[in-house]
């Protein structure tokens, strides 16, 4: 289940009502093995770092905001596509989920975890995510 960070929550309606300026925005895959909390920071995730593995860049023009189905307002970035090419790494590495960070500040927006851990190992492999976001007033 997605969680927005609390730190998360001011950023956000910082951006939204032009306290701060937007930013672009970093998602990354972290490998320790934890459930994202309301109070977690960008330091509480250990980032992947193995497979050739880098950060997707969600920019602010590549967002779609509707209303979904359910009537409540959603964000939605294109899918973004992590490629693993590096074999040099002995074992295998486990993904437990995604956060998002802002690019230039670095706070923590959002984090969900996978339903179970997806695991690299070799070439080849590839993880795909499509950010979104919903706001509900539930």
Do not use: C
């Not at 997605?2 to 950023?11: C, F």
């Amino acid at each position: 289940m997605l969680k927005v960070a609390n730190v998360g929550e001011v950023r956000l309606l910082q951006m939204a009502l032009g306290e701060n300026s937007q930013e672009n925005l970093q998602l990354r895959l972290f490998v320790n093995n934890i459930t994202p909390a309301d109070t977690d920071t960008d330091a509480t995730f250990t980032q992947m770092s193995q497979h050739s593995y880098a950060s997707a860049t969600i920019t602010m023009a590549q967002w779609t905001v509707t209303t979904n189905g359910s009537g409540e307002a959603e964000a939605v970035a294109p899918a973004k596509t992590f490629s693993f090419t590096d074999d040099t790494v002995s074992g295998t590495v486990p993904v437990y989920g995604y956060y998002v960070v802002g690019a230039t500040s670095g706070v923590l927006l959002w984090a969900e975890k996978f339903a179970s851990p997806i695991n690299i190992s070799t070439t080849g492999q590839s993880i795909e995510i499509t950010p979104k976001i919903t706001l509900s007033t539930n």
